[in-house]
């Protein structure tokens, strides 16, 4: 990474050293109430087409956290009983990792004439959003989906459809200092139009 973005004290170099934590390997202090709310009103400020808010967010409580590890382990023992102890185990402990927990979800408003497509995409910027006005506050987060972001039962714990889980989001401060990890080289991602 460029020497110039070490700095986490401009926007650019804020921007430039947000990486993912996972989650398991986040620890306390956590956001505390305050900085919680900070995080989704600027999560909420994303690109919008149409204003339709197409997203919103569930903050689970630490005291819930168990109950929606019993959710996610019933609903996935109900689609696969022969599940064994393993997998039961690491998904009694997906919903208890990090000291803190947003569940995304994409609510799409089926009767605009805005495309589909485009409010999934402003579900995604509002995702990411709230990662960066995390690392922005000093903390570290992981998005995670997996399984249980696909089970309609998991999401009839947080809503109905059409609405979608688009993410666990998982909040906390990293244990020990996050890895670099590589990034795409900008010359086979970036082209010039008619060239």
């Known amino acids: 990474m460029s020497a110039m973005f070490n700095d986490r004290s401009t926007p650019l170099s804020l921007l430039a050293t947000r990486r993912s934590g996972k989650p398991r390997d986040l620890i306390a202090p956590r956001p505390d109430d305050a900085q919680l709310r900070q995080i989704l009103e600027i999560a909420a400020r994303t690109p919008d087409h149409g204003k339709l808010a197409p997203w919103r967010f569930v903050v689970v409580p630490d005291d819930k956290r168990a109950a929606l590890a019993a959710v996610i382990t019933d609903a996935y023992r ?9 997998e039961i185990a690491s998904l009694e402990q997906f919903a208890t990792q990090a000291p803190a927990l947003v569940v995304v979800l994409y ?6 004439h805005i495309p589909l497509w485009e409010q999934e995409l402003s579900v995604g910027a509002a995702c990411m959003n709230l990662l960066h006005a995390a690392h922005a506050l000093g903390f570290a987060g992981g998005w995670l989906t997996g399984w249980a972001a696909f089970s309609d039962a998991v999401r009839d714990a947080f809503g109905a459809a059409p609405e979608r889980i688009a993410g666990f989001i998982f909040l906390g401060t990293p244990a020990k200092q996050l890895e670099e990890r590589p990034r795409p080289d900008p010359g086979k991602i970036v082209s010039t139009w008619g060239g």
């Open 78 to 86: 109900a689609e696969r009983p022969q599940a064994g102890a393993l």
């Open 107 to 112: 609510s799409p408003k089926t009767e605009s």
